[in-house]
Structures are given as C-alpha cells and as structure tokens.
C-alpha cells in the first residue's frame, strides 16, 4: 500500500475521484435572487398655443316679426348701443389636462373678433428601473498545474464574485515534493 502512494500522480487520481464524489453528493446554493427597484415619476409639462383670433361667420339667420313698436323709441340710444363694443370672456376647465379661454367682442349684433387662449397641462410617465443582485457569490474547486509527464501543483481554490461583476480568487495547495504553495487571482471582466 506503501508504494501505491508514492507516486504524486497516483495521489492526485485519488484525491480527484474523492473530490467528485463528494461534489455529487453536495447540493448548491440556488442562485442569488435578483432584487428589480422601479420608479415610477410623473411629470407635467405645461404646453401653450398661440393665440387663435378669428372672424366667425353667422350659420343661420332667424328672423322675428315684431307686431308692434312702443310709442317713444329712442333711435340714438339704440344706435348707441348698436354700436358699442362689448367684450366676453369665457373659462372653460377641461377635466385636469388645463383651460381654454374665449375671449369674444361683440358689436353691431355680430362677434367682431374671437381670441382663444390654451393652457394645457400634459402628464408625462418616467419610469426607472434599477437592478441589484441580493449578495455577493462564492465558488470552491480545485486546480491542477504541470506538465503532460509531470504534475506540479494541486490545491483548492475559492473565488468571490462581487455585486459588481468583479471576481478574485484564493487557492491553497501543494507542489510536487509536498511544500505548500499560496495563490492569489484577479479577474476583470472583457467585453460587454
């Protein structure tokens, strides 16, 4: 039995069909959950139009038979006020989205001009997503290093992969005549 250990390369087999059994029947840790944060912000912007000023046009035309006229008709306060210029103005809210303003002057029994002002007020939904990892992940194996006559190192390695995607490594092993050997790695990230 003495002799069947002697050989480094005897003891390696051994020690990787004991890691590979052992690795079987341990289970793994599920992966880290991953934690999504939304944000969700609204924001109002406020949108103005310029000014509309338009003629209107009279659509139908009624006419009202009068039978009679009073007896003291006053032609110049109707002239009067045939004349003036009177000016309305009209505020209509439009749900929450803002107002409408119709400003109207009339004169001579028609609208003589028409002014429209806006001022709408239109939400706009911003959404951000953050994405974080739950923890920190952790990774055992094990290392082999030599040549394909010769082995030169065996030893177990741990590595850390940090929420952000950096990886570094700490192995502890042998060499060929036994002495212990120290690693250490680090991993950057190539690419996208």
Known sequence: MKGFFNNIQTLLIVVLVVLLLLQRSCSSKPEPETKIVEK??????????????YQPKWRDRIITRVDTVPRIVDTAIILKDYYTKYAYSDTVIIDTLGTLVVNDTVTQNRISSRKIFTDFIYPTKLIERDIYKSENEWYAGFGLAGRPNQLNYLGGELLLRTKRKKVYGLGLGVNNELQPILTGR????IGE
């Open 40 to 53: 969700v912000t609204i924001k109002y912007d406020t949108v103005k139009v310029n000014t509309i000023v």
């Open 186 to 189: 680090m991993f950057w990230k």
